[in-house]
């Protein structure tokens, strides 16, 4: 199957300093990517979907000056938490549907998370 | 609105079949997911079906629909330890998959 690799897989920052995540998609071209944040044993909650070469669309309630979020290609996201606090320590994920069609109804792929922890 | 609801625990021993069950609301999803989640990992795809199929099996996997109820359920047969992890069921609402709480499938020898 298609490919999306995140990078770092885990991440310590200081208070106060921003971090930056990077979603790839390595084998396809993904005009759309979503990052999803997840709390230990909870759902994944979607913040925002990032469309290659246009504005992000950020769910309710997420500062989107405080997850900036830019996807200036067909194969890269990225995800910068600016000024982290420790509540914004947790695991991001992000997704990228292929813009082919490879199998009509599995066209998103997720990647393998990374952990932030703001200390 | 768009809302997936599953049970967020389930016990079974190994060998067992296990089930786990879902319901949805958006009567309009084309397709329905499950996916297992490892301590620590990412979303690994198990299965999916086509809004107009009542089953789909896939080795050890069995999904189950009722578009009536929307209801959809995920059936492991001979349970083993390494099923052990969290299954989400998702749906597709206004482009964006929308995940159930996830149920925490344990597996005791």
């Known amino acids: 199957g298609a490919v999306v690799s995140q990078h770092p897989s885990r991440v310590i920052c200081k208070s106060g300093t921003s971090v930056k995540i990077e979603c790839r998609s390595l084998d396809f071209q993904a005009t759309t990517m979503f990052w999803y944040r997840q709390f230990p044993k909870q759902s994944l909650m979607l913040m925002a979907t990032?469309?290659?070469?246009?504005?992000?669309?950020?769910e309710q309630g997420v500062e989107k000056d405080k997850f900036l979020i830019n996807h200036a290609s067909l194969t890269l996201s990225t995800l910068t938490v600016t000024s982290a606090h420790p509540e914004d320590s947790s695991f991001y994920i992000c997704?990228?549907?292929?813009?082919?069609?490879?199998?009509?109804?599995?066209?998103?792929?997720f990647g393998e998370g990374s952990w932030l922890t703001v200390v | 609105g768009e809302d997936v609801e599953q049970s967020l625990f389930l016990s079974v021993r190994e060998g067992d079949s296990s089930v786990i069950n879902c319901t949805y609301t958006d009567s309009s999803s084309t397709y329905l997911y499950w996916y297992k989640q490892e301590p620590g990992a990412g979303l690994q795809l198990l299965t999916y079906i086509f809004s107009n199929m009542d089953m789909k099996q896939d080795q050890r996997l069995t999904v189950l629909l009722n578009k009536k109820d929307k209801h959809l359920s995920l059936r492991i047969a001979d349970t083993q330890t390494g099923d052990s992890a969290i299954y989400f069921c998702a749906e597709v609402g206004g482009g964006k998959l929308i995940f159930g709480q996830g149920t925490e499938l344990s597996v005791k020898p």
């Open positions: 997704s990228a549907r292929d813009a082919g069609i490879r199998e009509a109804g599995n066209t998103i792929y």
């Open positions: 990032s469309n290659e070469g246009s504005k992000a669309t950020y």
